[in-house]
């Protein structure tokens, strides 16, 4: 993965596919709230009609959650979960360029519940305690093993009744995710390219 590069700027397979120049909130306190995007080639916001879905699935309020972006990017995911009333949201971005983007736009909303962590997303999560967030979100460039490789650490991450939320190029095969033993996909959805799955850990009743 390019260090030049933004974390979800991979996510498109060529460059022919350019980010919009700004992404809206779509619920919360923020609704229709527009955020400048970086014109980075291959930027990938997750869709207006993905996290509309999301967060009906998620129940459209996060009062009092914590969240966790650990490849923000835009910041769609974690600006929305804001806006929703989340304590806490922790985004994680590597690229230079693309944090600065977060944090002036976190500037313009006063968001104090944001944190935005200029970071490597693995090294991070591994410094991270098991159990301290309600949502996590992966959204790792489709062209890249880091889904798999952050899976391990993300996934104890999330508190015991917590939701994982992850969005790929392919569907979710958990029987073959080892890192995804004893979890379940709750929900699931696709639109055009991302395939977007919600899980949480089986009852061990």
């Known amino acids: 993965m390019s260090r030049s590069s933004p974390s979800r700027a991979h996510g498109a397979s060529s ?17 229709r709230t527009p ?5 980075l080639d291959g930027l990938r916001p997750t869709p207006d009609r993905v996290r509309e879905t999301l967060f009906n699935w998620l129940g ?19 600006f929305e979960a804001a806006s929703r009333g989340a304590a806490r949201v922790v985004m994680v971005e590597r690229n230079a360029r693309a944090a600065g983007q977060l944090r002036a736009n976190q500037a313009k909303l006063a968001a104090k519940a944001i944190e935005i962590a200029e970071a490597d997303a693995l090294r991070l999560a591994a410094s991270l305690a098991p159990g301290s967030f309600d949502v996590v979100f ?3 460039p489709f062209d890249s ?31 073959q995710t080892e890192a995804l033993a004893g979890w379940s996909i709750v929900r ?14 089986e009852n061990e009743e």
């Open 60 to 78: 459209q309020r996060l009062d009092g959650q914590r969240c966790l972006d650990l490849f923000a990017g835009s910041g769609a995911l974690g």
């Open 138 to 140: 992966l959204d790792p």
């Open 188 to 201: 699931q959805g696709k639109a055009g390219a991302v395939h977007f799955h919600l899980l949480q850990r």
């Open 145 to 175: 093993d880091l889904l798999e490789r952050t899976l391990a650490l993300a996934a104890p991450l999330v508190a015991a009744d917590g939701f994982l939320y992850i969005e790929a190029g392919d569907a979710l095969d958990i029987a």
């Open 35 to 39: 955020l400048p995007v970086l014109d």
């Open 15 to 31: 460059g022919r596919s350019k980010a919009p120049h700004a992404i809206r909130i779509i619920g919360g306190d923020w609704k």
